[in-house]
């Protein structure tokens, strides 16, 4: 049984970045384009990813902007406030 799995296939939206936290642990964030229209009606969808340590420094070695990927990760809601509220999004991480 498949729990809390995410799979997508795109295309890098842009140059990717690796940088590490305040603890010493590095990180990868970027974006993918997901083309999930039909000729007729195109629609691009895009997906924030979050990558971490050995996966992340594979990925931007390998990777680059415009090149297609396909990606498992499990869902991880992440918190934040904005202007007061406390807000929510989805974020797909890969481990």
């Known amino acids: 049984m498949l729990k809390n799995n995410w799979l997508g296939i795109g295309r890098i939206t842009k140059d990717l970045e690796l940088r590490v936290t305040e603890s010493g642990k590095k990180v990868l964030n970027f974006d993918i384009a997901i083309d999930d229209g039909t000729k007729e009606k ?54």
């Open 42 to 95: 195109p629609h691009t969808t895009f997906m924030p990813l979050e990558a971490w340590e050995k996966t992340a420094e594979t990925i931007q070695k390998y990777f680059h902007k415009g090149d297609q990927i396909i990606v498992g990760a499990r869902l991880s809601v992440k918190k934040y406030v904005d202007r007061g509220e406390n807000r929510y999004r989805i974020v797909p991480v890969i481990d």
